[in-house]
DNA sequence: GTTGCGCCTCACCCGGCGTGAGGCTTCAGA
DNA sequence: TCTGAAGCCTCACGCCGGGTGAGGCGCAAC
């Protein structure tokens, strides 16, 4: 039940000069030869070549695969964990590299231009510090989360008025600087994205910089969240989000 | 405010002798050069870089990177676009190669062999039509929001336009109903609880039932969402919540 | 003014195959 | 039984995407 190179090649999706190259480099020796020469591919031959493959998708160089393979002390099922692992190593790199595609496409859409070397940064350099801290910031809330919810339960008809009536207000100032081009870490803007914080302090949880920074974040990054400020103004999200990392900087935060 | 080959390399994080071939085929070639012949790039050339890089990083030569970038009937944003959904595409693709091996691992310490010539079909060819089950029963909760970022990140500022065209009409009714007394559980109020997930259904991700009334539960729970809704009118919050577990009982989900 | 670093241009080299050339095997069909 | 088309074999050279010097100039600082 052996297979020919050209049987192997279109299982596998390679050609059969890439399979001659690994015969040649020593890489995958076919087990057997008919009497004429031919190859001819055992169901160990099949498994290693899947083994090779997955690594080269992988990047590694072949030598490297050699060694890696023919490490006596490692198993198959050895070698299936940590290919494994490495493939969800590798997606979340990709998903790195989406993010920072997708926040480009944003400030494209909304006019918001990154300098050129932001975007090299963004997509180029690994910054795996700052994946905790976001992390973190994300879920790390669940202090003020409990605080909003004790306070928000005991509000009345007209506490809600009051706080719709000064949401609204804080809302339409944003939405008007916006429009009317203001920069996001002008004075005015940083004013507004203050009275913002102070808002959420007053009515829900304690608003600290950094938490007030995350939400600006949250803004931007949750559709939901955009969908909302988008509503009042279009590009408003990443306004505000940018005034109140101004407001943060100014602060000394 | 140009840089130098070093400055531009170390930013990118490539060496400089990639920056000199990519001059050498005239694939970047640095927008001056000092008189002492030093090349300097702008900031144009860096945008240049950074989409080559991303084009490179996907697997594409050179030379076809060239074309795609010289096409004068593409802008900047197209271009984004086209690298978001081929990354896309290549974490789906990822993800199969991952449960390939995760089916392999779980074949192993069970104990079941699956044939060589099946694992090299799982890892090289396509089987597309298991895929979209699979991965929804294993990603589900997430993969709603996934679906919603990339969907958003595409959104023109005429889509968001009218997204929210569509979305305050919708509060605007719901309001309405609210502020007159219907009852939630009334053919009015379902109706516009229904409009509700269509318009989340086309807009961000597909809203089942369930997905519904989860949101439902969100909006009272969540004072984030709620005062969104509150300063609509004064319990909406919670009239929308209903609204929306008598429509997804209505349709017997 | 010289020291050290960064820049320049050749020029050769390497990995991972692609792509023939020239010749043998195999097998289906006439 | 013969024949032609695939498919296989072994050289052997070529290409892409750079790595790695060698040999020399430019510039800023001490």
Redesign the interface.
């Known amino acids: 039940m052996s297979l020919t190179v050209g049987h192997v090649a279109r299982?596998?999706?390679?050609t059969v000069r890439t399979l001659h190259h690994y015969d040649e480099i020593g890489l995958l020796t076919p087990g057997e030869r008919t009497h004429a020469g031919y190859r001819r591919y055992t169901?160990?031959d099949?498994?290693r070549?899947?083994q090779i493959?997955?690594y080269r998708?992988l990047g590694f160089p072949l030598d490297e695969i050699a060694v890696i393979l023919d490490d006596p002390a490692t198993d198959?099922?050895t070698q299936?964990?940590r290919?494994?692992e490495l493939?969800?190593r590798?997606?979340e790199r990709?998903?790195e590299?989406?993010t920072a595609?997708?926040r480009?496409?944003?400030a494209?859409?909304?006019g918001i231009a990154l300098?050129?070397?932001e975007?090299?940064?963004l997509?180029?350099?690994f910054t795996p510090e700052d994946h905790d801290a976001e992390v973190e910031r994300r879920w790390g809330g669940s202090a003020a989360?409990e605080q909003?919810?004790r306070r928000?339960a005991s509000y009345t008809?007209a506490d809600?008025?009051e706080?719709?009536a000064e949401?609204?207000a804080i809302s339409r100032g944003l939405a008007a600087a916006c429009e009317a081009g203001l920069p996001p870490d002008g004075e005015h803007a940083m004013d507004l994205a203050e009275r913002h914080r102070g808002h959420i302090s007053r009515?829900?949880y304690t608003c600290t910089f950094e938490i007030h920074r995350g939400l600006g974040e949250l803004y931007v990054s949750d559709?939901?969240?955009?969908?909302?400020y988008?509503?009042l103004a279009?590009g408003l999200a990443a306004f505000l989000r940018s005034a109140i990392v101004a407001n943060a900087c100014r602060s000394g935060a």
């Open positions: 299982l596998a999706g390679i169901d160990d099949l498994i070549l899947q493959l997955l998708e198959e099922l299936l964990r290919q494994h493939l969800v590798k997606t990709l998903r590299v989406i595609v997708e480009a496409i944003e494209r859409t909304r300098t050129p070397a975007r090299l940064e997509f180029g350099a989360y909003s919810r928000v008809r809600w008025l706080l719709r949401a609204e009515w829900f559709p939901r969240f955009t969908a909302t988008e509503t279009p």
